[in-house]
């Protein structure tokens, strides 16, 4: 076995052990060290560069290494073995994935404020929030040599004679504790109970003195970031909440390459682990130590995730996803409880799936959708979700029409060499003087914060600064010289947002001439699915009453930048509203809710799907909007007019 | 770290490692060396002796080994801590108790006629040989760009209209196959199906090309022997057969023993392991090695066990079972699942239990019960199960009383120095001569088959016959001389029943006073029960009309000789019956038929328990009854006659 060491440039270090001739790529990822390789390790994408920093590795040449990058040491890690002891020095351009767990996250104000009136707005849609689960405190009598009932017997009497059901369920979980809790609580206890209709079923037994705890997990398995919240299920106060990188991004930046990845001899078992071993298990363990609740007392989970993540999340193979007909094993399903997924709760607890409606439209829209209320409005509205997979819905209470495109993980700050999650020290906000092409900056955070990296809510407003002061072309090359315009000796062009010493980084931030191109990649795949899903319908921006805006993008999303780089339509700024992480919210209304769960169920089953790789002007409309603002200027009548 | 090396008379070797001052028989526990410890390990039975053949222990000295023979060697070993790499004798007493696993060894010609014999008598009292799986072949649309919905809802449909049910469930071991199954076979498939009313549960999914096979497995879990058998479940046809000694025996030979060691830290685990993964997944392995099924293809099982090995089985704790009000968990329970136990079978497949009725009347009697057809007839019969509990079931079609004793592991040959089960090698029935006192043995096994122990059968033939030679006296000490009669340096006697150089056996195969006396506490428990049982009914042994005795005893149980030792009731001969391993043969009825299932429930519920322990004359009864035949000469007036 040789020692392969990972440096950071934060100076972490990560040491691993392989066998002689291993794949260094399969090493990092064994070890968890998360290298960005969106293409999966098939050496095309050009992504999963390291640097030599000792020692050596048997690495074959490749197109995207160029004779002098190779001479200083960059190889790439899926087509190097490791043939010795060596050193490995992971640039920021990858270590930016590595998961970045963090507790309460979704704290600041802003968020906050917007997740409560999503809830009050799904509320107001006449949506009971009130669940299936209750604790039932029942005293019984003790047994005695003149009543000899056994256990089990003795306590489905009591739940039967305490809930008024003529069934009751006892799960083995409980029959295992049952003699224990009893005894030592003199047949006094408090059952944790889940009730349908004539049936209760026992979820947990506690005895009378423990603290009843009946709470719930709502997850968002997004394919670049999962967000989730614990709740208390008797009042729905949030007790928890937290966000990291989905583990899984090691194994490709967006669905596709996952899916390939999980084709592979024990890939499915991988991508299951990545997500529940190495994601959401740690991320569980930190808000249940954050907020003091015991995972057991976790009795109920939902989840809201595209098709893609729920059939890897369930270990259930999602190949069918990518294939024509393009058929997953489910939509819908309740067949699932916590202990077949090795998830650290309650091993009985139920999990919901926010359900899918095709396999590019899944549960993170169905729940998003709940979340946005467009379901119970006659305007016109039009709700996009921001994430690696962008997902629109268009329509009002008479209809809905979904659709799903692939923009990549620039919106949550993937793709973009200093790029981050809307955190603390995110660049949320940024404005550029035209001429001393000095930028002002808002940072994610306490009053002093300094600057980590940029956001995707920054990203939108840096390139349409950029771009307003002429320092880029409408295809986003630079095209002026400053102290803050750099080229590398490639040529490739950079702006540097924060100078190292200014910043809490270990290098200069800068948005660089390949992460505008990604990000315009990005922005223009949602706006030409936006074009083709209307033209569909035959309709026409303008017809547009408002545009919920969701995604991990961040609150401090500027809507009249986003237009101004063709992002979003050139319709009027009042008609925009960002609705936060409406996945998440849908999620969490589903699991505190009966009546949502069923009112997702409902929206889903009518909603039409549309697929856009079916429609053949999605290519030259996704082509055209790969500009500033677009091809054709005339969409962007405002912007003409300035 | 100290070597223990742990020698057997046969010759063979088991090392292990052991902490410096761990106890030597909890070295021997996790070392799966099987030394045997009736009293779990507190000093107090004196059983546990080994002999120490190198090295060093530090033992502590009790009465329960002579300053001579400690002198010699021999230790304790749960008073004994490992200091030094040592080698360890153990002797052929507890050796015997080593697990002897047997594939197939219910498959003598006579245990195969009882046990099809009890087959036809359950049938005859009209118990219908049906249960509710079946196998399901179905053939759906596939899917297209037409023909969207997702594989789990076309299954269900297919499934409601080939079942004509209306609520069809797919358990999450089908959900995660579904896919790549369908796709296989071209959506043309076979699914194992198990029907309850308007439901069906899909338990299994097969390509239509593969053997769909259903199985079954009933194993009836004995304190000190487990026997199993694997079925076809479409036709009852017996495709395995088992046995093995219970691997908990190295927690105590009776249940109160191993009771109190589940109650130590981790003990619950400790005891449900020894049965699961290192009694019952052997034997399952070894069984679907033997018949080639796969043991994922076993997906219903059916378990008879007294109460406390059904808890221990389970995982469940067992404490209240030996505690006043003497209150277990459970009767019955429909809460198990293979994949809950981590047993070797189809996840999802149900467990079904013998239902117990009491703390000291389990599911071997209640399926034993159904097996004996006692329940059919008008005849006053009684029903005796000869095992380490011994459990004897008295009544006919009109009322049924049961109770139990403690036998202790005699019947089965352990207890015994050269005990053994009724398998291949077993001395199963003997005469001897009065003037030579020289013996004539039966063997299990072929044509000349040399002896290796003795089994149940053989051992109250020896007794019998020695006392009717005048070889021992009523208390079962020797009283005559001869070559094969010795006496030890401590005075105990022995019959050598066969010369080392007859047998396949390391050393003379003989009865010590010890195995005698044993045996005579075994027998004197059986008989005091029927005593105390029939008078608590104000009934006399007269009044039965027939007697039916189950157990491991062996076929070869010769009932004169039984009665003579005053081991059964002296009445008319013809009224005894031996109907082999009814706990076995019932559970085998209630895995196959349903309604067997349902007769066992309701057997259960209209039978009722007689506490002995709660009755002030079963301890006279028993003193009176430890002498052969009995202290009172007068209850067995054949034999005076004589």
């Given amino acids: 076995m040789y020692k392969v060491t990972f440096q950071f440039e934060n100076g972490d270090d990560v040491t691993a052990f392989a066998a002689p001739g291993e794949n260094l790529l399969e090493v990092a990822r064994k070890t968890n060290v998360a290298i960005d390789a969106p293409c999966s390790g098939n050496a095309a994408c050009g992504k999963c560069r390291v640097k030599l920093a000792g020692g050596e590795l048997d690495s074959a040449k490749t197109r995207h290494i160029t004779?002098?990058?190779?001479?200083?040491?960059?190889?790439?890690?899926?087509?190097?073995?490791?043939v010795a002891d060596v050193e490995i020095l992971v640039p920021d351009i990858a270590s930016a994935y590595r998961s970045r767990m963090k507790v309460a996250d979704l704290g600041s104000a802003e968020e906050l404020q917007i997740f409560e009136k999503t809830k009050a707005d799904i509320a107001d849609a006449g949506i009971a929030f009130k669940n299936d689960l209750e604790v039932v405190s029942v005293v019984m009598e003790e047994p005695s040599l003149d009543n000899t009932m056994p256990d089990n017997e003795r306590l489905v009497w009591a739940v039967e004679d305490a809930c008024g059901v003529s069934s009751v369920k006892l799960p083995f979980a409980v029959l295992q504790k049952l003699a224990e809790v009893l005894r030592k609580s003199a047949f006094r206890v408090q059952l944790v109970i889940r009730r349908a209709d004539d049936l209760a079923e026992v979820l947990d037994i506690l005895s009378a003195d423990e603290k009843a705890q009946v709470c719930g997990l709502a997850v968002d398995i997004g394919t670049t970031t999962v967000s989730a919240l614990i709740i208390d299920m008797?009042?729905?106060?949030?007790?928890?909440?937290?966000?990291?990188?989905?583990?899984?991004?090691?194994?490709?930046?967006?669905v596709i390459n996952r899916i390939i990845e999980q084709q592979?001899?024990?890939?499915?078992?991988?991508?299951?682990?990545?997500?529940?071993?190495?994601?959401?298990?740690?991320?569980?363990?930190?808000?249940?130590?954050?907020?003091?609740?015991s995972p057991q007392h976790i009795y109920r989970m939902c989840v809201a995730g595209n098709t893609t993540m729920n059939h890897l999340f369930a270990g259930v193979d999602a190949d069918p996803v990518r294939m024509e007909p393009f058929i997953p094993t489910f939509f819908e399903t309740d067949s699932l409880y916590a202990q077949d997924l090795g998830l650290h709760i309650y091993p009985h607890a139920r999990i919901i799936m926010a359900p899918n409606i095709g396999s590019y439209?899944?549960?993170?829209?169905?729940?998003?959708?709940?979340?946005?209320?467009?379901?119970?409005?006659?305007?016109?509205?039009?709700?996009?979700?921001?994430?690696?997979?962008?997902e629109l819905v268009f329509g009002n209470s008479e209809f809905m029409m979904s659709c799903a495109c692939s923009a990549g993980p620039a919106f949550e700050g993937g793709d973009i060499s200093c790029g981050m999650r809307a955190t603390d020290g995110a660049i949320?906000?940024?404005t550029i003087d035209k001429e001393t092409m000095e930028p002002t900056l808002t940072i994610v955070g306490d009053e002093g914060q300094k600057p980590i990296g940029i956001c995707g809510s920054g990203i939108i407003d840096i390139i349409s600064e950029l771009f307003r002061?002429?320092?880029?072309?409408?295809?986003?090359?630079?095209?002026?010289?400053?102290?803050?315009?750099?080229?590398?000796?490639?040529?490739?062009?950079?702006?540097?947002?924060?100078?190292?010493?200014?910043?809490?980084?270990?290098?200069?931030?800068?948005?660089?001439?390949?992460?505008?191109?990604?990000?315009?990649?990005?922005?223009?795949?949602?706006?030409?699915a936006i074009r083709v899903m209307l033209g569909s319908l035959d309709f026409d921006v303008s017809m547009i009453e408002r545009v919920l805006v969701a995604g991990g993008i961040g609150s401090g999303i500027n809507m009249k930048n986003a237009v101004s780089i063709g992002m979003f339509p050139d319709i009027e700024l009042e008609k925009f509203t960002y609705i936060g992480n409406s996945s998440l919210s849908g999620a969490?209304?589903?699991?505190?809710?009966?009546?949502?769960?069923?009112?997702?169920?409902?929206?889903?089953?009518?909603?039409?799907?549309?697929?856009?790789?079916n429609e053949p002007s999605y290519m030259d409309e996704f082509v055209a909007s790969c500009f500033l603002p677009h091809t054709d200027a005339t969409l962007f009548p405002s912007l003409e007019m300035k």
């Fill in 67 to 82: 004779e002098e990058e190779y001479a200083q040491g960059w190889r790439l890690s899926c087509v190097s073995k490791v």
């Fill in 234 to 254: 008797t009042d729905g106060a949030i007790l928890a909440k937290a966000s990291a990188g989905n583990g899984q991004i090691r194994y490709g930046a967006d």
């Fill in 264 to 293: 592979k001899d024990g890939g499915r078992k991988k991508l299951q682990d990545a997500i529940i071993s190495e994601t959401l298990n740690p991320l569980i363990d930190a808000m249940c130590g954050a907020s003091g609740v």
């Fill in 361 to 390: 439209v899944g549960g993170d829209i169905t729940a998003g959708t709940l979340a946005s209320t467009i379901w119970n409005s006659e305007e016109m509205s039009l709700f996009i979700d921001l994430g690696t997979n962008g």
């Fill in 428 to 430: 949320e906000a940024c």
């Fill in 469 to 528: 002061c002429g320092i880029i072309s409408p295809k986003g090359k630079f095209i002026r010289e400053g102290e803050r315009i750099r080229h590398d000796k490639y040529g490739m062009g950079s702006y540097v947002i924060a100078f190292k010493k200014d910043a809490a980084s270990v290098k200069d931030i800068e948005l660089t001439e390949v992460d505008i191109d990604n990000f315009i990649r990005a922005k223009g795949a949602i706006f030409s």
């Fill in 588 to 613: 969490y209304a589903m699991l505190y809710s009966s009546e949502a769960e069923a009112k997702v169920a409902d929206v889903a089953h009518n909603m039409t799907y549309l697929e856009l790789s």
